[in-house]
């Protein structure tokens, strides 16, 4: 199997990509989750914050948002002092005015899955990239994708996180051609 490259390197990371990255996601606390994990990401490898997922499900309260919402400062407290999690205040903070954004956004009777897939017009794109330098790292529709949501009050969510999300969720197969995940990806 000639997987994408940058999945190489600990059997937790292929098993990402041979399962999970590239697959069209429509749950809206599965994307709530993404968003913040991608978000976290931000200046730091997929590699940390996947090796720590387990540990910010169980932070995090398995990414309820409404739990999320009413967090207090001890609660604050408790997450900096978390060893299991990235320890910094901002983006802490960011998870919680997220899940009050999307608590906004969702009492407006509109599911997140669709004010996410709305910017590719609720179809996965499907990119025919040959090598890794092809991949964009953001495209016009992450660019919206983030105005949008920044607009709604939701914080780290820039259109190079924006589009991290969409490859990761499957509103855009990046796999490369040469690999297996492409075709299996495109057929869901």
């Known amino acids: 199997m000639q997987r994408c490259p940058w999945c190489e390197g600990f059997d937790l990371y292929r098993e990402y990509h041979d399962s999970e990255w590239g697959v069209p996601l429509h749950d809206d606390r599965s994307l709530f989750e993404m968003l913040i994990l991608e978000g976290t990401q931000a200046g730091l490898s997929w590699a940390t914050i996947l090796r720590k997922r387990e540990n910010y499900r169980r932070a995090f309260d398995d990414f309820d948002p409404q739990r999320i919402a009413r967090y207090d400062a001890a609660?604050?407290?408790?997450?900096?002092?978390?060893?299991?999690?990235?320890?910094?205040?901002?983006?802490?903070?960011?998870?919680?005015?997220?899940?009050?954004?999307?608590?906004?956004?969702?009492?407006?009777?509109?599911?997140?899955?669709?004010?996410?897939?709305?910017?590719?017009?609720?179809?996965?794109?499907?990119?025919?990239?040959?090598?890794?330098?092809?991949?964009?790292?953001?495209?016009?529709?992450?660019?919206?994708?983030?105005?949008?949501?920044?607009?709604?009050?939701?914080?780290?969510?820039?259109s190079k996180i924006c589009y991290a999300l969409m490859q990761s969720t499957g509103m855009v197969n990046d796999h490369l051609t040469t690999c297996p995940r492409h075709v299996e990806v495109q057929a869901r």
């Open 75 to 158: 609660k604050v407290a408790a997450l900096l002092a978390d060893s299991g999690i990235v320890r910094n205040r901002a983006k802490v903070a960011a998870a919680i005015d997220n899940a009050k954004a999307y608590l906004a956004l969702t009492a407006e009777r509109q599911s997140f899955s669709d004010f996410l897939w709305h910017f590719v017009d609720h179809l996965p794109i499907q990119n025919q990239w040959l090598t890794l330098a092809e991949v964009p790292a953001r495209t016009e529709r992450s660019d919206a994708m983030s105005k949008a949501l920044g607009q709604a009050g939701f914080k780290f969510v820039g």
